[in-house]
């Protein structure tokens, strides 16, 4: 049914239809859709305090719920909206950014505060459009759906006309039609070819040493189900990346963990060893594979994955398969046959090589040591999270911490920074909006709680209630590797000016913007915080006093970093 209203209206029930329950903005665009969302919608308004920070709330927020965030900016503020939706598309999450933009009347004018920020945005997102006329509105906010749901799921940019988007305050004969398959990944459930997965079941059933790694669309396909019923019906060892590391328990017997840069050496080792490697729903990235030197070279691959363009794309000789994940997994199920005791010697093989990982971390994992060692801190929490938790983890240092040394349990999950540092802190805020019955917990360094410190009162003032987790060794120690070989191997002179913090509490940061803050000296106090971080309304910052001499193993198993 068409009516006659404003774009601003036409906004408002439009984001409600499709299932939008918060926007995230930093204030003044599309004014009166705010304020039409106040009137005739259940939407929340998260003002954040930096454009940036807003873009990463919808992130957790899609990461968490699979469901398009949206985030909103200014014109003067839209290069800062671009800049954060850098890790949305590496992390293929559907973010849907609009900004406001140039008038059309006084382009090239040096009209205030006018740039052309239009084409920052081509190499972030999945689709750039520009909205010009009203009546393009509805055309384009479909569109936009529908594009941020399929394939390789990604963000994109509407620019709507006029600095603060006032194009919103036009009239027009408008109707809401509301697509609902485009309101979630994933939209479509993509059947691969019959002959391909009849191939590559012949593969893996002829395969002494194959192994599953699982990517991130297998997570985004809800297909750990179908992955875990086939890795145990053939007995095949499951590795994952960051992003699936929650698709399979940390502790299950096929479990390796996650292989990589960020990686178990336990992994590593069963990766190479392998003579078949099937990828499902990864890009194949340089961090998962150690800069492709895993798996090892004459591995025969096989890849699954939702988007053409990646199948078979860093393995010449690949056997693809083009569709969604849950389906074309549950397709093998239905056309192999159970090899589970034929590779009994196999999963043995690969089990000692998780034994000996466990072995090997058994003192640093149980460690009692003050400043507290970061993977006590992980162990804590694998044996203290919540059995419908949520973690949140940012990059460096601590995705390397979490994706090593953290155990999750079925029904938990695992979201993870894809490389901007400080996406932690705006990210849980987005996750904890979206899921707000289950449990939240962020681990972040103290150098990227930094990033974004101003959006804990914005958590205080929506009483958002995130456990907020703080390695804090007041540096930032990862960066060693890199300064180390550039003062000739040994760190001397001035190098502390280079990746040394002050010694902040952040107790007292955390309470003076209304906050809850807990700090943890003794590892022995570190699960009662949590359980008091989770069980405490509005957001909890735990301050963990770390050892700064700490450092994760990089590309275990493969080399070690000076």
Not at 125 to 132: E, G, L, M, Q, S
Not at 328 to 346: K, P
């Amino acid at each position: 049914m068409t009516t006659r209203m404003t774009g601003a209206e036409f906004l408002a029930d439009t984001l409600q239809g499709y299932g939008v329950s918060h926007v995230f903005l930093v204030p003044a665009v599309l004014s009166r859709t705010l304020y039409e969302m106040e009137a005739r919608t259940s939407i929340g308004r998260i003002v954040a305090h930096g454009e940036k920070a807003a873009a990463y709330m919808a992130d957790g927020y899609a990461r968490a719920s699979g469901k398009p965030g949206i985030c909103m900016a200014q014109s003067v503020g839209a290069a800062n909206l671009a800049a954060g939706l850098r890790d949305a598309y590496m992390a293929c999450s559907p973010v849907i950014a609009i900004t406001g933009g140039p008038y059309l009347h006084s382009r090239h004018k040096n009209q205030y505060q006018q740039i052309d920020d239009f084409p920052i945005f081509e190499p972030l997102t999945k689709y750039n459009a520009r909205v010009d006329l009203p009546e393009r509105i509805p055309e384009m906010i479909r569109q936009a759906f529908r594009v941020a749901t399929t394939g390789r799921p990604g963000p994109v940019h509407l620019e709507f006309a006029g600095h603060a988007a006032e194009i919103e305050a036009t009239e027009c004969v408008f109707e809401v039609v509301v697509e609902e398959r485009f309101s979630h990944v994933p939209a479509f459930r993509v059947h691969p070819e019959p002959a391909a997965v009849h191939a590559a079941a012949e593969v893996l059933a002829n395969a002494e040493r194959p192994i599953i790694v699982a990517g991130g669309g297998v997570r985004q396909s809800d297909a750990a189900a179908e992955l875990v019923a086939l890795a145990e019906k053939m007995g095949i060892p499951v590795a994952t990346s960051m992003n699936a590391k929650d698709v399979i328990d940390g502790l299950h017997p096929l479990s390796v963990g996650v292989p990589g840069l960020y990686g178990r050496k336990s992994a590593n080792l069963a990766v190479m060893e392998a003579d078949v490697v099937f990828f499902v729903g990864s890009k194949t990235g340089s961090q998962l594979t150690s800069d492709w030197r895993v798996p090892a070279p004459g591995a025969r691959v096989i890849h699954l994955d939702i988007d053409p363009e990646e199948l078979g794309r860093h393995y010449s000789g690949a056997l693809c398969l083009l569709g969604d994940a849950k389906v074309a997994l549950g397709a093998l199920m239905e056309v192999t046959d159970a090899t589970a005791e034929r590779r009994r010697s196999w999963v043995e093989r690969v089990q000692r090589f998780v034994a000996d990982w466990r072995e090997g971390y058994a003192a640093a994992l149980g460690s009692d040591a003050v400043p507290i060692r970061p993977e006590r801190l992980c162990s804590e929490l694998s044996q203290h999270l919540p059995s419908d938790a949520i973690v949140v983890s940012d990059t460096g240092h601590s995705g390397m911490w979490t994706g090593i040394y953290l155990d999750l349990k079925r029904g938990q999950s695992f979201v993870r920074c894809a490389g901007s540092l400080g996406w932690g802190l705006p990210a849980a805020l987005g996750a904890q909006l979206a899921v707000p019955d289950r449990p939240v917990v962020m681990f972040s360094g103290d150098g990227g709680f930094y990033y974004h410190l101003a959006e804990l009162e914005t958590a205080a003032r929506w009483g958002i209630g995130a456990t907020l987790i703080v390695n804090n060794n007041r540096s930032l120690n990862q960066e060693r590797y890199i300064f180390a070989p550039a003062y000739g191997g040994t760190l001397h002179g001035r190098h502390t000016e280079l990746w040394h913090h002050r010694d902040i509490d952040f107790v007292a940061v955390a309470e003076s913007l209304g906050a809850t803050g807990i700090r943890v000296k003794k590892p022995g106090d570190f699960a009662a915080a949590v359980e008091q971080g989770i069980a405490t309304p509005g957001p909890t910052v735990i301050d963990v006093v770390s050892d700064i001499d700490a450092m994760a193993p990089f590309s275990e198993g493969l080399t070690t970093a000076s």
